[in-house]
């Protein structure tokens, strides 16, 4: 039997941070080393324009996600991974669901539900900064995700709706054109969220990140910023309200994780456990920090796995769209 097929897409913006590393890069990187699943992962560049007009850093973040990805040991022979503005049969996908899409289900957004009401809490006009890349995004994804036959789709809390909006869509396209696309279904795995330097989830937008391949002098200074409570020396300290021991946990064996445990209830200092956490991480990050230095800087080979990967999605988009134009009537003359 063919195997199941999972696609991801990662928005090119920002660059990649122990949180993103812990709950998503580290998994998927795992499971395509298993390969139980014909895996797609791609970088979501045309994403990134909804979120960004600035040129450089959306290249740059294309670049350090590619460099992560491939220095962490992402095989890309078993898997597909490529970069969406490569595969031009998406956004042509795209436009073709954009007319089978009812507006009203974009109205139902939360991503553009949420940018509206901001304005409206501003007093701004409703659709003050509201591009149509931002309103008919989950269109865009849709096409990333039904162009493939995707079946599963490991996501974030967050995207579960857009999922569902790409179920509508291809119902609606196979109501109207014939069976065509799988119904695509959300992977959805929430164990692994990690916190950030304040606390909170760490997030780009929070300005709370650990940068995933800080050279090891700003990866030690990042960690000494981590928030802790005012206990001293020799207090016994809670693990489980500790941002610290959080981030322990998501590095250290369980036989680590027990022991830290210990330490905590012995009142180890946090100035130590800090130290004890960069060492953990320092050591597990040191070899692929190596690799994705030398990989961020050789364009030539990034280029080159890109283009293998465009090169096979590409094997699969053209005869999909072609299928897909002729049922909506795009067809040569004969
Ligand atoms: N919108 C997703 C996010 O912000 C990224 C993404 C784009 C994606 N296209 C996708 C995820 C297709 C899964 C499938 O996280």
């Not at 973040?61 to 970069?83: P, V």
């Amino acid at each position: 039997m063919a195997k199941q097929r999972v696609l991801t897409g990662i928005t090119t913006t920002g660059t990649p941070h122990l949180g993103n590393y812990v709950g998503a890069i580290r998994p998927a990187i795992a499971e395509s080393q298993r390969g139980e699943f014909d895996a797609f992962f791609f970088l979501a560049d045309y994403h990134a324009l909804i979120k960004s007009h600035e040129p450089a850093k959306v290249h740059q973040s294309s670049r350090e996600i590619a460099a992560t990805w491939l220095a962490l040991g992402l095989d890309t022979d078993s898997t597909t991974f490529y970069r969406q503005s490569d595969v031009p049969e998406i956004t042509e996908l795209s436009w073709i669901l954009t007319c089978v899409c009812a507006k009203g289900l974009m109205n139902r957004s939360h991503a553009y539900k949420a940018a509206v009401q901001a304005n409206e809490e501003n007093g701004d006009d409703p659709d003050f900064g509201v591009t149509m890349g931002l309103f008919s995004y989950p269109i865009l994804m849709a096409a990333d995700i039904l162009m493939f036959n995707a079946s599963k789709v490991p996501v974030g809390r967050d995207q579960i709706q857009h999922i569902e909006m790409a179920r509508d869509m291809a119902q609606r396209f196979n109501h109207l054109y014939g069976d065509t696309f799988i119904l695509p279904e959300a992977v959805v795995d929430d164990v692994a969220v990690l916190s950030g330097l304040d606390g909170r989830k760490m997030s780009k937008s929070y300005g709370n990140t650990i940068p995933l391949f800080l050279p090891e002098k700003k990866l030690q200074k990042h960690i000494n910023k981590v928030k802790t409570n005012l206990l001293e020396p020799g207090e016994p300290k809670d693990p489980d309200s500790s941002t610290v021991f959080e981030i322990w946990k998501a590095f250290a064996t369980p036989a680590e994780a027990v022991g830290m445990r210990q330490k905590f209830a012995d009142g180890i200092a946090w100035g130590q456990a800090k130290k004890d956490l960069f060492e953990l991480i320092n050591t597990q990050l040191a070899p692929a920090r190596e690799r994705y230095e030398a990989i961020l800087a050789d364009g030539e080979f990034l280029e080159a796995e890109l283009k293998k990967g465009a090169e096979k999605a590409r094997a699969q988009a053209a005869p999909m769209l072609a299928k897909v134009r002729k049922a909506v009537g795009l067809a040569a003359f004969q």
